[in-house]
């Protein structure tokens, strides 16, 4: 890919907070991207809350602030630097959910910055629940049944027709954070208020369990010419229980090659458009 010469400041937003076994690889990735970026000649404006990183270290990024990682904070450091552009998918759920959050506010608009790296609709459609099952319905991929609830009485009566277990997944949180799997009714008000609250936009879905399905977790490249590449393939030796990320089904070992089928769906998926992406994605096999 040739060097864009229409942009030479960039912003990169970093993940914030890490717990042990959770997000060090935005730390990784957002090092390297400020190593090669300046590498290129571009200047590279950081903001993360976490001083405790890699990134933040003197000499990653030309310009480094440690800020809360908020609308209020971004505006003022843009506003300040004037990038050309913001680089939002190495800070994990975190950069994501607040490169929307200035897009809506009009703030990106205001000072004249481009979103680099994935398109905002893109993000819409990867992080809202309904947005991504529309999706995967005109793809005609499969997914376990499921029904966004904005409330734990719209949770309970989905819950009915479904029948427990069912999975209760957030939207916009990072690492499944305010979800969970839940039996009855008592779990089920517990955790559904719990994700509602964590959740950008007060949303939760309601989903049927696949547990003990096998699970197959594959990372997959997209660029805006359409070619695509399956990064990597993990098989995991364990049963599927209840993940944080997207899911979808593949039948039984019966019907499906399960590393083929699965490279199938995941490559399906990243070219649902005309969008660069880079993501990961989930299947489940029943055994």
């Excluded at 970093?14 to 970026?37: H, N, R, V």
């Excluded at 913001?86 to 800070?91: A, I, Q, V």
């Excluded at 905002?120 to 997914?143: C, P, Q, V, Y």
């Excluded at 409330?151 to 277990?165: D, R």
Aim: aromatic fraction near 6%; glycine fraction near 10%.
């Amino acid at each position: 890919m040739p060097k864009r010469t229409d942009i030479n400041k960039i912003l990169i937003i970093g993940s914030g907070p890490i717990i042990i076994g959770q997000a060090c690889e935005f730390d990784y990735s957002g090092t390297q991207a400020c190593k090669a970026l300046r590498k290129l000649g571009y200047e590279i404006v950081l903001v993360n809350s976490n001083p405790a990183t890699i990134m933040t270290d003197p000499g990653i990024a030309d310009v480094t602030y440690i800020e809360p990682l908020n609308v209020k904070s971004l505006t003022d450091i843009i506003a300040k630097e004037r990038p050309d552009a913001l680089l939002p998918n190495l800070g994990g759920q975190s950069g994501l959910n607040l490169s929307s959050e200035l897009y809506k506010a009009g703030v990106l608009d205001k000072y004249g910055v481009q979103i680099i790296g994935v398109q905002m609709d893109a993000i819409e459609r990867g992080e809202d629940r309904i947005a991504f099952k529309a999706t995967m319905d005109r793809l005609g991929i499969a997914m376990p049944r499921s029904k966004p609830a904005y409330s734990v009485t719209e949770a309970e009566v989905i819950a009915a027709e479904l029948g427990f277990p069912v999975v209760i997944r957030p939207a916009y949180t990072m690492g499944g954070t305010g979800g969970g799997l839940v039996y009855n009714v008592e779990e089920l008000r517990t955790i559904v208020s719990r994700g509602i609250a964590a959740s950008l936009v007060g949303q939760v879905l309601v989903e049927e369990s696949v547990l003990g399905w096998e699970e197959l977790e594959l990372e997959v490249v997209r660029d805006a010419k359409g070619q695509k590449i399956t990064v990597c393939f993990f098989r995991k030796h364990r049963s599927h229980g209840c993940s944080h990320r997207r899911l979808v089904l593949l039948g039984s070992h019966a019907d499906h090659q399960p590393r083929t089928a699965a490279a199938a769906a995941a490559l399906l998926l990243c070219g649902g458009g005309r969008y660069r992406s880079c993501r990961w994605y989930q299947c489940a096999v029943r055994p």
